[in-house]
Nanobody, 112 residues
């Protein structure tokens, strides 16, 4: 099982980024997928969840209305569209299902 996150970077407050996570080694379409983040000195927190077919999503209160999770089961990929970014969104972002271990994550830095 492998997760490869990408799409992070440095962005100004109010900007947008789209993260991608390519998963492999398991039947992707059978698993709920989640995005997490971990800021420096803080514990990892759940950001967003998407059901197997993509019809149901849930978000942390801190990102609701700004972030959108989606998936493409044909490409074994889950996405996180992040809009109206704030400095407190700065963190390493990870995707995961119940299978396997954590990937390397992708760094998101929101700063002017």
């Amino acid at each position: 099982v492998q997760y490869v996150e990408s799409g992070g970077g440095l962005v100004q407050p109010g900007g947008s980024l789209r993260l991608s996570c390519a998963a492999s080694g398991f039947t992707f379409s059978n698993y709920v997928m989640k995005w997490y983040r971990q800021a420096p000195g803080k514990e990892r927190e759940l950001v967003a969840t998407i059901s197997t077919a993509g019809g149901d999503t849930n978000y942390a209160d801190s990102v609701k209305g700004r972030f959108t999770i989606s998936r493409d089961n044909a490409k074994n990929t889950v996405y996180l569209q992040m809009n109206s970014l704030k400095p407190e969104d700065t963190a390493v972002y990870y995707c995961k299902s119940l299978r396997g271990d954590w990937g390397q994550g992708t760094q998101v830095t929101v700063s002017s």
